[in-house]
């Protein structure tokens, strides 16, 4: 999983914007490379370095001890691992993939719960196709929510359309609208990037459509999509246990242990009067960056179907 010159661009308008001063901590979800695009964009990188104050460098030669003849498969051949970048600009970093492979701590986003040492502990949460692999969407991003601190900022960069092959879920604008109202997140970006050219959908899903739509008029090898991801970024407001998105309208009727399971959504005056209790706890002690005072600021999309 490759970051390009648009991701770090946005990176750039956070630290600009009054994020990541000091004692930053990033997390790393999956294997995250220089694409080569990236690598060749020397303004961008330069302009990333000036903004974290920070010398510039050539990042097509890496530091990384990480960077093995190991892992150059992985690597997919030469890209230098995003960690170079990170700890050159003073992040503390770390990793999380499947494997212990270059140091990285092993979870399993389907079953495995996030570790008591490391909740809380990152300023940013790097998700770059990584959740898109696994099934259990609700601990995927149940781990994400525990990895972040108050304050912190949580960066996806995820399938959205075409990618027929690539991972096993694709996402919407509407589930992350739903995972903010349920979570009370601030949105700082979003974006959709939508190739311009349509391409083939790839030659083993072609074959399986032949078994079942095969005839003489069959158009299926005809057929052509954009690939699109979905990029958005979100700020993490409050220390509360995560509440899984749900695509029902607020006011709908539903039984006791379904509000309860879903409460932020179903018992609005109650998520106020945390963020209330939240807020007078932490007066005088400084509100995270860009933090707002109640959820009625926050960047949500009507939950009607």
């Known amino acids: 999983m490759s970051l390009n010159s648009s ?145 912190g900022i949580m960066i996806h960069r995820l399938p959205a359309e075409g990618l027929f092959t690539h991972g096993l879920v694709k996402y919407d604008p509407k589930f992350f609208w739903m995972l903010s109202r349920s979570n009370g997140y601030k949105w700082l970006d979003f974006d959709l990037r939508i190739s311009e050219s349509r391409i083939g959908i790839g030659s083993d899903v072609i074959s399986e459509l032949r078994k079942f739509q095969g005839g003489a008029d069959s158009p299926v090898d005809s057929y052509r999509v954009a690939d699109g991801t979905l990029f958005v970024i979100l700020q993490k407001l409050y220390d509360m246990d995560f509440v899984p998105p749900l695509d029902v309208p607020n006011g709908a009727r539903v039984s006791r242990q379904f509000a309860e399971n879903y409460w932020t959504v179903f018992e609005p005056q109650r998520f106020q009067e945390m963020i209330q209790r939240e807020e007078d706890a932490k007066s005088g002690q400084g509100a995270p960056e860009n933090a707002i005072n109640s959820a009625d600021g926050l960047l949500q999309k009507p939950s009607t179907s």
Request: glycine content about 6%.
């Open 7 to 151: 991701d770090i661009s946005a990176i750039i308008r956070l630290r600009r914007a009054g994020h990541f001063t000091k004692n930053s901590s990033i997390v790393q979800l999956g294997d995250n490379r220089f694409n080569d695009d990236l690598l060749r964009d020397s303004a961008v990188l330069d302009d990333i370095c000036q903004a974290f104050g920070v010398s510039c460098r050539d990042f097509s030669v890496p530091l990384s001890d990480a960077f093995t003849e190991a892992n150059r498969d992985v690597a997919n051949g030469t890209a230098p691992p995003l960690s170079d970048l990170w700890e050159w600009l003073g992040f503390r970093c770390a990793r999380i993939d499947v494997d212990t492979n270059a140091g990285a701590i092993p979870l399993d986003l389907n079953f495995d719960q996030t570790p008591e040492h490391i909740r809380g502990e990152f300023s940013l949460i790097m998700n770059i196709g990584f959740t898109s692999h696994f099934a259990n969407q609700i601990n995927a991003f149940k781990i994400v929510h525990d990895l972040c601190q108050r304050g």
